[in-house]
């Protein structure tokens, strides 16, 4: 079936340095989601990427949908210990529609001050 | 408070026990999602209801029985559980079913079966 993987599965970084967390699809998507878990929280979304090549930024966090659909990414610059938690990719399962998104791993963010 | 309610946060049965969960939404949303969320997995969804009717159910033991009597409203009745259903049940809505709308997830429901 459809899979959405993420690497890295952890990573550890200094405070004020840059993170990167990689989603690939095995299927091209219509459009890919990512959410963010605070440790003992739910996911929180984040963003939609829809369009071929798309990229859109929030602040700090930039995201990128690339261009076959079917990987993406989040970039944050200079990390600060509020961006702990876990970052997830989702995209929607191979029927679409109302058969809910498939998520990916997640990428734990491990900040040391 | 995220606009989606999950009640109770904490739950510890025992595999003969027969408990509910549920969630309530007021976002206004047409379609809700139940997923586990277990250590070392992702996501995984187990139920689906667009408009108050399943859409999917992916292949979920039927010793869990979702409900959904409102489009406010999903339970999930859990029934001679094992010890590896043990996990954080999500409930999450979304403004449609088509899957252009991102998900508001409930805080969850901790779930321990002994």
């Known amino acids: 079936g459809q899979q959405v993987m993420q690497i890295p599965q952890y990573q550890h970084v200094q405070e004020g340095e840059d993170f990167t967390t990689y989603c690939n699809s095995s299927t091209t998507l219509s459009n890919i989601q990512w959410y963010k878990q605070r440790p003992g929280g739910h996911p929180v979304f984040l963003i939609q990427?829809?369009?071929?090549?798309e990229v859109k930024k929030q602040k700090r966090l930039t995201f990128q949908f690339g261009e076959a659909k079917k990987n993406s990414s989040l970039h944050i610059t200079a990390t600060q210990t509020t961006d702990v938690g876990t970052y997830f990719c989702a995209g929607p399962l191979a029927g679409g529609g109302a058969d809910g998104l498939t998520f990916g791993k997640g990428t734990h963010l491990i900040i040391q001050p | 408070e995220t606009g989606v309610t999950q009640t109770p946060r904490h739950l510890v049965m025992g595999m003969t026990n027969k408990k509910s969960l549920k969630c309530e939404q007021h976002?206004?949303?047409?379609?809700m999602y139940w997923y586990k969320q277990s250590a070392k997995k992702p996501l995984e969804l187990m139920f689906v209801?667009?408009?108050?009717?399943?859409?999917e159910n992916n292949s979920v033991p039927s010793r869990f029985s979702p409900e959904c009597p409102n489009s406010s409203h999903l339970f999930l009745h859990l029934h001679t559980l094992q010890p590896e259903d043990s996990a954080l049940y999500l409930c999450a809505s979304s403004q449609g079913w088509a899957d252009n709308y991102g998900y508001t997830f409930g805080s969850g429901t901790r779930l321990t079966v002994v």
């Open positions: 209801y667009s408009l108050e009717e399943r859409v």
């Open positions: 990427l829809v369009k071929s090549g």
């Open positions: 976002l206004g949303h047409n379609a």
